[in-house]
């Protein structure tokens, strides 16, 4: 499936900003499901590319003009195929282990582990199997609910409350996923819905658990689903925090901060011969 | 009663070779020289501003580390000793760090368990992958040693994050050379002034590769951080800029320095800021002390950090117990100096021994430092013993257990004359170009009769460190 | 090596801070001295109220909640930790500055500015009211001057020493600018002319609080007289608190850090300078003193913020995005 992806996102300010820098985690990496055909990431100030150890591009941008405004474009086209939600391929330099450690939004506190123990039997049978279960009981637990929970919200908190967003099902799935010890990750991406007519005001995030011998399987817990050719994935890491989009500094613009975001994923039809 | 190692005298009360000289010195000089001396050190340290923040107490008293007037000494051969021992470990860290963030050779030939090594949350994974110059981690690490017998010296602790006291060392050397020139005269001490120098030279040589005229600064926390004495020292003493993180910013993939003539490009950074407030942008995002997008510049290349992020793994206290294994693993050699038998209380058969030894046993909590937060079995009371009996239950993963070492002693001028106190020694090893270690060290001494806490931030002093030079 | 704009920018402000502790020591002593005087037709009220008004906070004083006596000015002028202009204020922002300056200045420059904060701190103010105000301002101008002395005497003549004098220079500018133009606005009364013995004594204090009695006799030997005043304090470059004087140090500092390297900061310091080095005071009269006053404070302003846009480069707060 050839995709067209163009992901806005503008800040507002009252007061300019003098200086700012943020990591941009924007542009498709390549793989077994995914062949980026163009990208571009645009933005008021200077982008240095890097890649940091999880394998993701990165852009450090830079806006030292002052101005009242930023907007970040990225955009291109991708081309995606599906492998059943199954990476073979290990992209990143870091150790499948990494994925073990808990981090301040997945950790594995007394919630959590109560939620994970009764699936220990299931995992230790047949990991991929167990990874199913969990994914649904916690797709069963927590409702999809928008604007109820933000990005600071851990796994525990969205447990105890049964409802949050796709990243809230991604960290707690990553979450008692590492309490059985296996590893988990977070994808932070985009997803193509067919029949959407309008674009999306963010992202989307789903989670990878690492099963050896078949590499990394994909699940979107919030859609009951694993990997399919309609995921485009932008960056991995160990939670939001290590693989948001976007994460950075200002000085300056010392007022309230107005953000919008419009993800646009659009099929590209090839014109019928 | 235990028998302590006497740094000064043999058993038969003979003074060592090393010390002849002190102690004649000793007895040729009156008490109330010693005493006015004493005076003299303290107001020259006070002068100089030589002072750290006590935390915790109101408005962060201004505190002396008490000062003791006599030097603890080794004689050539035995710092040629520990010196080997040192370099040899300083190297094996190293390469066990390089090697945690390349091939992971050591966990594949089985000599570390994986799971527990890579899960542990001091391994920083922006470090997998990432090439620094010379290979070098451990830019200074503080290696805490301890002596129980002529020849045995143990490690007790590695500090290979931010390490600090070196500027104590090297004004306890300053203060000792003025008040007592006569002294020095007539002993053949080795230098160590040279420190300052040392540490740039190897700061300079693990520059970014294609840098002919490297820029190194110290970055400090700030005024108000408990070293920010030692951080404008080391500064002064190498010639470089002392900087805040708001003194640095990020512009096309390299740190620069806001300097009165613009921005100027900076290649070494000698941080004294722990990895957690470096990159609010990886990091703790409040952190207002570090430089945001660091890291990307680390990733890049273009920048050195000293030490460089993720090296705390390798001094933890779980990790410790390995760390013969890994001069093994790494060097094919022998550990020169001991390891300290450690018990690992995550281990059942550790912890059904720990707490049945509660009395000889000292016990740490894994992540502590600076002396708190510990049990020293032969100085506690049975209720101490039981508290703490009771939080090692509540979390066993959380401590490890040591026999109680006979620190050895060495004479020192208190309150009722000269009396033996208990010492340990922290030397200082630099690598990069090199590894090397400066013949000194901070030796810290407990200043309570039978005191075995050295920790300045638990009533310790500090004495000036002679290494003969033959 | 070159300096630090955090270095510059501490180095700076701790001179500014510590000549406005003596400017407000000096502003404290003349006024009250014309309390003491008793001038006919000047009501001791309206003196602490031009005071305040120099200081350039008198809303502050309300806030305050004091009334407007001589005691509640005083205090607040000299004690005020929540005053940024306060005595008390700027003595602890110096020695703020320089404590994180160790490396930068000579010991005994530490030594002097801690000495003065640490004898301040343990100042009791009720001492000022037995009598006491007079030998406070003389202390606080007493260690001002050690602390320059010192400095004068110890430190390298290198950007650091530059840093400090402009400092000074800006500040001092400020305040001889800011005496002048409330004392001449409020004193000139709308119909009268200029004269009599009220405006004897006003001037007269004026340049006392400026160390400019008696070089005032000394150049002019004559009666006190506004014109004259303002010439004095404007534009003799011989007058070490004068406006000239001030802009002599600045643009000769400025000349030797931007060798090289032009900067507006030292086009706008060239820009004040000439007009004082080739004003008349006829011309500014014509003008109006006042005017004149007013643009040179915000032209001085604007001078301080170019200086620390040009060298200082200083970060301001982070916010996470």
Known sequence: ?273 | MTRFFDEMSLPDGEVRGAYRALAQWLEDTPVERLKSKRDEAEMLFRRLGITFLVYGQEGGAERLIPFDIIPRIFSAREWEHLSAGLIQRVRALNMFVHDIYHEREIIRAGALPAETLLANALIEPHMHGLDVPRDVYVHVAGIDIVRVAEDRFYVLEDNLRSPSGVSYMLENRNTMMRLFPDLFASVDVQAVEHYPQELLRNLRATAPAGVDDPTVVVLTPGSYNSAYFEHAFLADQMGVELVEGQDLTVRDGQVLMRTIEGLKRVDVIYRRINDEFMDPLVFRPDSTLGVPGVLSVCRGGRVTLANAFGTGFADDKSIYPFVPDVIRFYLSEEPILENVETYVLRKPDDLAYTLEHLPDLVVKEVHGSGGYGMLVGPMSTAGEREAYRARILDCPENFIAQPTLALSHCPTFVDEGIAPRHVDLRPYVLSGETVSVVPCGLTRVALTEGSLVVNSSQGGGTKDTWVLDS | MTMLGRTANQLYWMARYIERAENMARLIDVANRMVLLDVPGQAHESVWGSTLEVAGYPEDFVTFGGQISSSGVVLFLAFDDGFPSSIFSSIRAARENARALRVSITSEMWESINTTWLELRDYDSRTLFNGGVRDFCDWVKERTHSFRGVTDATMLRDESYAFLDMGLAVERADNTARLLDSKYHVLLPRDEHVGGSVDYYQWGAVLRSLSAFRAYHKIYSDVIEPRRVAELLLLRGDMPRSLMACFDRIAGQLESLCQGRPQECQRIAGEIHASLRFGRIDDIFRQGLHEFLTRFIARNADLGAQIEHDFMMLQRSRIPV
């Open chain 1, 1 to 273: 499936m050839r995709l067209s992806i163009v992901h806005r996102t503008a800040y507002q300010y009252d007061a300019a900003v003098s200086f700012g820098i943020q990591y941009l985690r924007l542009t498709p990496y390549a793989n077994a499901s995914q062949r980026v055909i163009r990208w571009t990431v645009e933005a008021p100030g200077k982008l240095t590319r890097w890649t940091d150890a999880f394998g993701n591009s990165c852009d450090t941008l830079i806006f030292d003009d002052p101005g009242d405004r930023i907007e970040i474009v990225a955009a291109g086209e991708v081309e995606t195929s599906d492998t059943t939600g199954v990476l073979p391929d290990e992209q990143g330099g870091v150790p499948v282990e990494t994925y073990l450690r808990p981090t301040p939004l997945t950790d594995a506190d007394e919630t959590v582990a109560d939620f994970a123990a009764p699936h220990a039997e299931a995992v230790s049978r047949d990991r991929l199997d167990g990874a199913h279960r969990i994914a649904t009981a916690i797709r069963d637990r927590i409702d999809y609910r928008e604007g109820a929970t933000d990005v600071q919200s851990s796994a525990s908190e969205a447990l105890r409350n049964g409802y949050g967003v796709c990243q809230d099902h991604a960290h707690v799935f990553i979450a008692v996923c590492r309490a059985l010890h296996i590893p988990a990750r977070y994808v932070s991406g985009y997803l193509h819905v067919a029949d959407r007519d309008a674009p999306a005001p963010a992202g989307h995030a789903w989670a990878a658990v690492w099963i050896e011998g078949l590499g990394w399987v994909s699940f979107d817990v919030a859609n009951r689903t694993c990997g399919t050719e309609c995921y485009v994935g932008t960056a991995v890491g160990l939670d939001y925090e290590s693989a948001c989009p976007m994460r950075g500094i200002r000085e300056g613009g010392e007022s309230a901060e107005r953000l919008s975001v419009s993800v646009d994923v659009r099929e590209k039809r090839r014109p019928a011969s």
